[in-house]
């Protein structure tokens, strides 16, 4: 395999962080040559002073000068701002841009990167839910490959490989759970952020991980594989997989099923998208059927966690409905983690955020990216109500 040059966008965060171990198990394989932080400063300046990349990007403009000054001895460039991340993904050496940013913050990158020929290993979901249709349509016009880091994605990738002239039927996306897997919404009335917080089998960044809890993470999820794999919103069903071994599961039009399986550990889809097509040998955690002497399924219940619902329906109405859904969400998950807002009230606040909104049937990127920003707005006025 020849040697690859890695952007990391959001080095700092859980996938960034993982990406980095893949990429030291991997030195003669992996370089990188962009890392980008958005405000945590003193890490970023931990791994440019180990990976030694030719650019790094502190997002926060007031850590630029401390991260200037660490980094002087090095040939290293400095850049600081939201548009250094566009910036950055246009360095010609640049093979794969790993775009592991939370939130719709990493949408405009990811055009950038495409734009410039680049190959996307995409972690950051909320890019295809915002512009799903257009980020798709990019892709096939600039003749890039979108390889999913997301273990779901990633395990339905995998199951495909192989299978060009094969009729996709149906797609199970497995999902833990969460921690209030099975519990009532009276119970979920009085949950706290430090109980959402403790995911019991995979360690995320805490937006990630309260989507986990509410289930909007699936939901998004169910938005990202619409787009990923050309499929109809009928075709995507969840499925809950409390032990976390199933990834996710193919369906073809013969009956035949496929799954993909490993004990949850982003390492192992990371490393996929980073080396694909090749499978190489690592030393991560292998799976040990004697631990798992069984498994259990059992069906999403979106009647209590709303949430999943909420994102089906935002694919059956079309137009700017997913970009309406995230924009509300992302002010949703901060005004909880802030103790402004219940954990039930993500729900209503999301619901009540898209009902004021006007729906677009077909905006271009700029007019989501404004729809975007005015979402957040009346979200943010509707807290107090929800």
Not at 164 to 175: Q, V
Not at 230 to 244: E, G
Request: glycine share 6%; net charge negative; aromatic share 6%.
């Amino acid at each position: 395999m020849k040697r690859r040059n890695i952007a990391i966008l959001g080095s700092t965060g859980s996938i960034g962080t993982q990406a980095l171990d893949v990429v030291r198990a991997f030195p003669d394989l992996l370089e990188v040559s962009v890392l980008t932080a958005g405000v945590n400063y003193k890490t970023l300046i931990e791994q440019a002073r180990e990976f030694r990349p030719t650019v790094v990007v502190i997002v926060d403009e007031k850590h630029y000068i401390e991260v200037k000054q660490a980094l002087s001895d090095l040939d290293t460039a400095v850049l600081s701002g939201v548009k250094a991340l566009e910036e950055a993904v246009t360095l010609d050496k640049i093979d794969v841009v790993l775009n592991a940013i939370v939130g719709s913050a990493g949408l405009r990158p990811t055009v950038r990167a495409i734009e410039c020929g680049k190959d996307i290993a995409l972690a950051n979901k909320e890019t295809l839910v915002v512009a799903g249709a257009l980020i798709m349509d990019m892709v096939k016009r600039f003749g890039v490959t979108m390889l999913p880091v997301d273990s779901e994605h990633s395990a339905i990738f995998q199951c495909l490989v192989g299978e060009p002239e094969n009729s996709l039927e149906k797609i199970y996306l497995t999902a833990s759970g969460g921690p209030f897997r099975g519990k009532d919404r009276q119970f979920l009335a009085h949950v706290t952020k430090q109980q959402a917080l403790k995911h019991p089998n995979w360690v995320m960044g805490a937006k990630i991980t309260i989507d986990s809890a509410s289930l909007m993470n699936k939901g998004l999820e169910v938005i990202e594989a619409k787009w990923l794999f050309d499929l109809n919103v009928d075709q995507i069903d969840v499925v809950v997989h409390p032990q976390s071994i199933i990834h996710s599961i193919v369906q073809f039009q013969d009956g035949s099923m496929k799954a993909q399986m490993g004990v949850p550990d982003m390492k192992v889809p990371i490393q996929y998208a980073l080396t694909f097509p090749l499978r190489q040998h690592n030393t991560f955690e292998r799976f040990d059927f004697m631990r798992y002497t069984s498994f259990t399924f059992e069906p999403a219940d979106s009647d209590t966690f709303r949430n999943l619902e909420l994102a089906y329906q935002t694919l059956r109405d079309g137009g700017d409905r997913p970009c309406v859904l995230n924009a509300a969400n992302e002010i949703a998950v901060a005004a909880f983690l802030s103790d402004e807002l219940s954990f039930l009230g993500m729900s209503n606040l999301i619901e009540a955020t898209m009902c004021q909104q006007k729906k677009v049937e077909a905006p271009s990127l700029d007019d989501l990216l404004a729809i975007d920003q005015e979402t957040r707005i009346v979200a943010r006025d509707l807290i107090g109500k929800c």
